[in-house]
């Protein structure tokens, strides 16, 4: 998922290290965790990109990379939608393979207009019954 990156706390002439991966879901999160530290007297400076929130240009830099974060998730969103819907126009299936065959649905159906309990049928075809009434609807 998300790549690790260790980070330095500054506070009260401390300096503590923080490892996060992605601690937050989007741009406005991100800038009210950093407002909330910056209001304890708290700056992130990041080590290994040479960010720190206790100088307005880092101030900045933070928040142009959340906002490119965001805008490449919603890139990525768009574009997996729209692959769903090419793939629906082309008349591909979707989702994982059918958990009966056709041949399987047609059995059950008979086995249970013979009289036969859905527990039953459940047991020879090794399914849930859930997804026996799903597939003889």
Excluded at 19 to 36: G, H, K, S, T
Aim: glycine share 8%; net charge positive; with cysteine.
């Amino acid at each position: 998922m998300g790549s690790v990156t260790t980070t330095m706390c500054s506070h009260s002439r401390r300096t503590l290290p923080l490892v996060n991966a992605r601690f937050v879901c989007c741009p406005r999160d991100l800038l009210d965790i950093a407002e909330m530290l910056r209001e304890h007297d708290v700056a992130l400076r990041s080590l290994t990109d040479h960010i720190d929130t206790g100088t307005a240009a880092g101030r900045m830099l933070y928040a142009v990379l959340g906002a490119v974060a965001q805008f490449e998730r919603d890139v990525l969103r768009e574009r997996t939608v729209a692959g769903l819907a090419a793939a629906k126009r082309r008349g591909e299936r979707l989702g994982g393979r059918p958990a009966l065959t056709s041949a399987q649905v047609k059995e059950a159906k008979k086995m249970l207009a013979r009289g036969e309990s859905p527990n039953h049928v459940t047991r020879i075809l090794r399914c849930g019954r859930s997804t026996l009434y799903r597939a003889i609807v």
